[in-house]
T-cell receptor
Framework: KAGVTQTPRYLIKTRGQQVTLSCSPISGHRSVSWYQQTPGQGLQFLFEYFSETQRNKGNFPGRFSGRQFSNSRSEMNVSTLELGDSALYLC???FGQGYGYTFGSGTRLTVV | QKEVEQDPGPLSVPEGAIVSLNCTYS??????FMWYRQYSRKGPELLMY????GNKEDGRFTAQVDKSSKYISLFIRDSQPSDSATYLC????????????????FGKGITLSVRP
């Protein structure tokens, strides 16, 4: 059974640019969440989608956005990149509330 | 006060030791408790998943939840060098919670090193 797939694995962008990250959840999982992981702050929740609807959102600026498609695949977009956006971005999928979340290997974004 | 506090570590133990990892939390709404293991350059891997208070055992791993004390633990018996990783506790509210009912709140993680 395929796991959660995130692309690309590594990305280097310049300040001010925008970036789109992709996540393909486990087949059958309709809930997709995004997290940012940094050494200082640890894992912080960005947002969660369920059946193409954003169900929950963390405390991140509006530059961070996401969407989910009808096949449950999800993308997140960061506009006007800042140096502080450098982090590991993790996607997690779940069968639904009350079940564990399976994480992908993440996309390591470096902003220079 | 952070919602979830985890001992910062790092922790180094000899092979075969019993390891105890702990988290405390302040949000009474948390009902689902998880432990994740994260190897370098990988995403977190779900180790244990428990609901409400009690113990759950899976092989060498035992997860313990004490809701009255707002305290959760992960015990690793007969620790192996392959257990060397960062361990993260995570928790989320019950489905009936009307607030942020879907996000996981994580501890900062503790890095464990098991020496051969």
């Amino acid at each position: 059974k395929a796991g959660v797939t995130q692309t690309p694995r590594y990305l280097i962008k310049t300040r001010g640019q925008q970036v789109t990250l992709s996540c393909s959840p486990i087949s059958g999982h309709r809930s997709v969440s995004w997290y940012q992981q940094t050494p200082g702050q640890g894992l912080q929740f960005l947002f969660e989608y369920f059946s193409e609807t954003q169900r929950n959102k963390g405390n991140f600026p509006g530059r961070f956005s996401g969407r989910q498609f009808s096949n449950s695949r999800s993308e997140m977009n960061v506009s006007t990149l800042e140096l502080g956006d450098s982090a590991l971005y993790l996607c997690a999928s779940s069968f639904g509330q009350g079940y564990g979340y399976t994480f992908g290997s993440g996309t390591r974004l470096t902003v220079v | 006060q952070k919602e979830v506090e985890q001992d910062p570590g790092p922790l180094s133990v000899p092979e075969g030791a019993i390891v105890s990892l702990n988290c405390t939390y302040s949000n009474s709404a948390f009902q689902y408790f998880m432990w994740y293991r994260q190897y370098s350059r990988k995403g977190p891997e779900l180790l244990m998943y428990t609901y409400s208070s009690g113990n759950k055992e899976d092989g060498r791993f035992t997860a313990q939840v004490d809701k009255s004390s707002k305290y959760i633990s992960l015990f690793i018996r007969d620790s192996q060098p392959s257990d060397s990783a960062t361990y993260l506790c995570a928790m989320s509210p019950s489905p009936s919670y009307t607030g942020a009912n879907s996000k996981l709140t994580f501890g900062k993680g503790i890095t464990l090193s098991v020496r051969p």
